[in-house]
């Protein structure tokens, strides 16, 4: 189910600002990919590319060519949502659906695709929080509110949400900024697990967590304020942590600056 994913000279702008400048990334299936760098250059705005959420922003585009497995996702008969249903996002702040019960919310997204039947949705969610390492702590209270749980709870549900859809890339923005130390830890836990089943891409400004979770490291930077964000370095993670090939990229991991 995992796929590939392979950016070839991707540049994304805001109106007529260039956040971002040709990216040549490749990322392989079933690995678990970091995006670092300083603030401002790009991370999101790429990853954001890659589901095809960065045009919904008015004057938002992408140039370039992204492929998932050889299939061209700004190619002009893609259907978007389709793409959006591939390639699953989990965000910074748990974002459960509020009024909705931890059930609902791990099966909202099937049953938006016409999913009906109980014993179907009943067999998905579990599966679903049983993969995001969450059963156990809910299997009790399926039908109380979502909004109830603890944050780190909140995130993991929200996971589940994410791979009861199958996507076969899922996408995560800072998924740990929110939490406490205890559940960053459950969410990295569950992101090795996660990647038997998935291709990983994760924006992180923790550099431990970049280096605990991750195979690749892509390290993104700017040359000054105005500057697109360039791919500067992409390599293993224990090369780039431990023997990086550009001075920029370790003057970043060293703290240097960022
Ligand atoms: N909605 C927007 N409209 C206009 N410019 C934007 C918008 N979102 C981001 N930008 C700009 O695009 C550039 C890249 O932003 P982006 O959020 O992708 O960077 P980032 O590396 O993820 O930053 P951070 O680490 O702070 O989250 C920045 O200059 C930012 O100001």
């Not at 702008?13 to 690995?31: C, D, H, Q, R």
């Not at 705005?45 to 919904?56: A, C, K, P, Q």
């Not at 748990?94 to 099937?110: C, E, K």
């Not at 291709?199 to 892509?218: E, G, K, L, P, Y």
Request: aromatic letters at 6%; charged letters at 25%.
């Amino acid at each position: 189910m995992a796929k590939r994913v392979e950016a070839t000279n991707v540049s994304a702008y805001y109106g007529s600002f260039k956040a971002i400048e040709n990216i040549n990334l490749t990322v392989e299936p079933k690995t678990v990919t970091a995006l670092i760098g300083p603030s401002g250059c790009g991370k999101s705005t790429f990853l954001r590319s890659i589901n095809r959420m960065h045009e919904v922003l008015p004057g938002a585009r992408v140039d370039g060519r992204l492929t998932i497995d050889d299939q061209d996702i700004y190619d002009r008969d893609v259907d978007v949502t389709a793409v959006r249903r591939m390639i699953g996002m989990v965000f910074q702040r748990p974002n459960p659906f509020p009024t909705m019960s931890i059930f609902d919310n791990v099966v909202a997204g099937l049953k938006l695709n016409g999913v009906r039947r109980k014993s179907v949705l009943q067999d998905a969610a579990e599966k679903a929080l049983r993969s995001a390492n969450l059963w156990d702590e809910v299997k009790d209270r399926l039908g109380k509110p979502g909004a109830g749980l603890s944050g780190g709870q909140q995130q993991r549900l929200c996971i589940a949400r994410t791979v009861a859809m199958q996507p076969q890339v899922v996408l995560m923005d800072e998924p740990c900024s929110a939490l406490d130390p205890i559940s960053t830890l459950a969410i990295e836990d569950l992101m090795f697990k996660l990647k038997d089943e998935f291709t990983i891409i994760i924006v992180t400004h923790n550099m431990q967590q970049a280096a605990r979770v991750s195979d690749r490291t892509a390290f993104f930077s700017i040359e000054r304020t105005g500057d697109p964000g360039r791919l500067v370095e992409y390599d293993n993670t224990q090369k780039i942590f431990s023997n990086p090939s550009v001075k920029k990229t370790e003057d970043y991991i060293t703290g240097r600056f960022g």
